[in-house]
């Protein structure tokens, strides 16, 4: 399977402050990477759809403008969630796929605001 | 009316037993199926996909899909404790980039 990175695997940050995580493909090039979120006892929710040289196509009641994501490379997705709120806290995961059908998962990272 | 369903659990089972899992989906376009392993605290880890009618083994592991049904499930036989974790069915949606929907999971816990 594929190996993706993530950057940093936790973070605390204050509440009003952006907050910026890396996802990076190690082996292969990826046109897209997905970001997914997970609250506790939850199940994961797909944010957005990360292309390569394009805007992301984001799910429905996610906010473009709050969840930024920038493509810019084959290897590298960024998130960065803007004036975070405590209700931001959150467990972030991005996936890439490699060309075939399965999905491979980052470590996450772990986001606490106060 | 949720797109991918899963019992939440816990499922119990003594060590050296089989453990079934099960899932449902909405999504009759559905064409891919996929079952993760997350352990708590954890990022998700595949451990079967399965695309095609029948049964799919690979070591301890069998996925099972049922098209027809829109069921798919996943047997783990000689359960470890090292089982325990939490399993995700996922299903893909029939769009351009191909997403997946994930179930609640199901948490397995194997008892020594």
């Known amino acids: 399977g594929a190996v993706v990175s993530q950057h940093p695997s936790w973070v605390i940050c204050k509440s009003g402050t952006s907050v910026k995580i890396e996802c990076r493909s190690l082996d292969f090039q990826a046109t897209t990477m997905f970001w997914y979120r997970q609250f506790p006892k939850q199940s994961l929710m797909l944010m957005a759809t990360s292309n390569e040289g394009s805007k992301a196509t984001y799910e429905q009641g996610v906010e473009k403008d709050k969840f930024l994501i920038n493509h810019a490379s084959l290897t590298l997705s960024t998130l960065t969630v803007t004036s975070a709120h405590p209700e931001d806290s959150s467990f972030y995961i991005c996936?890439?796929?490699?060309?075939?059908?399965?999905?491979?998962f980052g470590p996450g990272t772990r986001l606490t605001v106060t | 009316q949720k797109e991918v369903e899963q019992n939440s659990g816990p499922l119990s089972v003594p060590e050296g037993a089989i453990a079934s899992l099960n899932c449902t989906y909405s999504d009759r376009g559905s064409q891919s199926f996929f079952w993760y392993r997350q352990y708590s605290g954890k990022s998700p880890e595949l451990i079967m996909s399965i695309y095609s009618n029948g049964d799919k083994e690979d070591g301890r592991f069998t996925a099972q899909l049922n098209k027809a049904s829109q069921y798919v499930s996943l047997l783990i036989r000689d359960s470890q404790p090292s089982d325990s974790a939490t399993y995700l069915c996922a299903v893909s949606v029939n769009t351009g980039f191909q997403k997946l929907v994930f179930g609640t999971g199901t948490r397995l816990l194997v008892s020594p």
């Open positions: 996936t890439t796929r490699t060309g075939g059908r399965e999905q491979y």
